[in-house]
């Protein structure tokens, strides 16, 4: 199994559109089995797949937020979704919650815990896509000890630099201890050809080589329909949304996603 994070300790860089799309494109167009972790209490991810667990209503048990904890076997928390090669273990709120207590439990080393759980999967999947939150938390700590790549998403603005350079760090620091440990590359998302978008890709170009990749994710007006999906012409985000090959097959982001996907599985096995 091959364990991917997709990290930025920016919020709305499209972490969570490629982990749906990317893990979606690799489960049904290249017939991969892939594991779904979603780290972010907001659990976009989650909802995208039809899963919540709230104070008021809950259509699943056992979390990331339990798993984390010590309280069940990972196999409890695995969730199947609408496609048979894709399952997720989800998040919730309460996942906020569980990483303070972690950061004061001091019996045993916090940052191994998700790496101790997926040891017990690694031959039941081809590959792990860990959805990470804008924070650093001991999830996402977690999620770096966990796994072989970091695939980093950005906007085309002037910040994603300094961004990229703290996250560099990060992994070059985590490195030391989880030696499988790689930046993978960084992708550009929400993209809009305007001189200031394509200003900040040389720069980091400049910075990182040919680990920018040149596939970009355009911007798209269909990527934001498939998180209100319309059924019976009401417009509901309760029920289990529609990745976007399947929504908008024809679609700029899709075409881009297709490709991102191809250049992940043939580049990362
Ligand atoms: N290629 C795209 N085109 C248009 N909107 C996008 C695209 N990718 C993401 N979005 C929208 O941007 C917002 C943030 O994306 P999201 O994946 O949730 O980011 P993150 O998980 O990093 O916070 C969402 O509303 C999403 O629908
Ligand atoms: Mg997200």
Known sequence: ?????????????????????VAHIMAT???????VID???QANTSKFFGFIKTDDAKNYDVGIDNL????????????????????IIPSCLRLATVDRQLLTETTMPQQFILSSLLANVRDDYDYCI???????????????????????????????????????????????????L?????FYTQWTNTLSSQNAYERVREMVGN??????????TVVSETSQVIKDGVKTTQIPRIPLLEWAPQATA?????????????HYK
């Open 254 to 266: 899709t075409k881009d996603y297709l490709q991102l996907t191809k250049y992940i599985v043939e």
């Open 1 to 21: 199994m091959r364990t991917i994070a997709f990290y930025n300790l920016k919020g709305g860089v499209g972490k969570t559109t490629s982990t749906v799309n």
């Open 130 to 180: 860990i959805d990470c939150s804008p924070a650093l938390t001991i999830s996402n700590t977690n999620a770096l000890y966990a796994c072989n790549d970091v695939i980093v998403p950005m906007l085309g603005d002037e910040y994603a630099k300094d961004g990229l350079t703290s996250i560099l760090g990060e992994i070059k620091a985590i490195k030391k201890y989880n030696i499988n």
């Open 211 to 220: 680990k920018l990749l040149d596939i970009k994710i355009r911007r798209t």
């Open 68 to 87: 984390l904890k010590g309280d069940a076997d990972i196999h409890e928390g695995i969730q199947k979704t609408a496609w048979t090669e894709l399952d």
């Open 29 to 35: 167009v290249h017939n991969k089995k892939v594991l």
């Open 182 to 186: 790689d930046f993978a590359f960084c």
């Open 39 to 41: 780290l972010d209490p």
